[in-house]
């Protein structure tokens, strides 16, 4: 599709990722979920939970060497606590991604113009984008804005954000960056829900450069993006702050209502920015959970090879919150040659978000 002569060409760079050190096999991380939970006896149901995530292993900021006490629960850690760790581990895990795809697109730090990150697993003031400038040694006149507490799909919000700033001044140079510690967020309770939260989630952070100036390794042009706030849905997915960490529920009629209305609202924004389903030849999902990836599959009829990278990354890595689908993204570049790529998302509201790129 022609790129309209009044809005010039914005790049997305290629993706820097990084996750913490200490790196579990799910098998192990069962006995965490066994010991949170507080009951031997639900050995079997947590197991059984654990092991019908999709996920093979994930990182995780806190150990069992380094922390017992968040696993054991006794006191439970406070919200105040896990902030703590929030703050040690999500800027390191940011300054690497950044640096990995700053070093990928052969930018220098001081071309940086603009910082917009995203996270929604904790809150510090100076936060994440203002440790960024310190770390990677930005211009201070660095502009930022930051994406908080929307969820898996706030990377596709970073990317509306940077790609707008690029399109008014050719000589910005955006640097997008998700960084997530969803493992501090470990829920210390006897319920289903609860058991699902923790055996999906996990660490990580996921970076990018967005600019008018081709970056090196580019992955594609930011044609357009889109959003969909689905009516009647809201109680299915819900992200609050408690006095014991943020509290997530994840409803079991999510993937219902992402199978019925995602290929409607995907079919009418491809039409209008000058394409269709059927042209699209990459399909960059956010890995969620097992469930949703099998619903985005079913709803536009994909064959299974189209969802390989999503499904890869959930195994990997788990769910890392909104550094996921940069992940996906990544994965795909290095594993597929593409000429049209659509990245979905979805969060809180019930909201979907969309971002079509063209190579």
Not at 232 to 248: C, N, P, Q, S, V
Not at 309 to 329: E, K, Q
Request: charged share 15%.
């Amino acid at each position: 599709m022609a790129q309209a002569a009044s809005i010039p060409p914005v790049w997305l760079g290629p993706v820097g990722t990084s996750a913490p050190a200490s790196v579990w096999p799910q098998e192990r991380i069962v006995e965490l979920g066994v010991i949170a939970a507080g009951d031997e006896a639900r050995r079997g149901r947590v197991r059984s939970v654990f092991s019908r995530t999709g996920v093979d292993q994930r990182a995780l900021v806190v150990t069992d060497d380094a922390g017992p006490w968040f696993y054991h629960g006794k006191p439970l850690p406070t919200t105040g606590q896990r902030m703590r760790l929030y703050e040690e581990a999500a800027l390191d895990l940011a300054v690497a991604a950044s640096r990995a795809s700053l070093d990928a697109s052969a930018i220098a730090p001081s071309d940086v113009t603009h910082i917009v990150s995203a996270s929604c697993t904790g809150f510090s003031a100076p936060g994440v984008d203002i440790g960024l400038i310190d770390r990677l040694a930005l211009m201070r006149s660095t502009q930022r804005s930051h994406i908080g507490f929307m969820g898996c799909h706030a990377a596709i919000n970073a990317l509306r954000v940077a790609s707008a700033i690029a399109a008014q001044d050719a000589s910005a140079c955006v640097l997008v960056c998700c960084a997530e510690v969803c493992s501090i967020h470990l829920q210390h309770a006897d319920t289903p829900e609860r058991d699902i939260v923790n055996a999906l989630f996990a660490d990580g952070s996921a970076a990018c450069v967005v600019s008018q100036q081709q970056p090196q390794n580019a992955i594609g042009r930011i044609v357009a993006t889109s959003s969909m706030l689905w009516p009647g849905t809201a109680d299915l997915m819900r992200w609050a702050i408690g006095d014991h960490g943020f509290e997530m529920v994840l409803g079991r009629d999510v993937p219902k209502a992402i199978r019925e209305n995602t290929r409607p609202w995907l079919a009418a924004w491809l039409a209008a920015s000058g394409t269709d389903l059927e042209h699209i030849d990459a399909w960059a999902i956010h890995p969620g959970g097992p469930h949703i990836i099998d619903a985005v599959a079913e709803a536009l009829t994909l064959k299974p090879d189209e969802a390989a990278a999503s499904r890869a990354v959930l195994a990997g890595h788990g769910n890392m919150s909104s550094a996921t689908l940069l992940f996906v993204i990544a994965r795909i570049q290095q594993q597929q040659r593409f000429s049209r790529l659509v990245a979905t998302a979805f969060g809180p509201g019930l909201a979907g978000e969309a971002l079509y790129l063209e190579q």
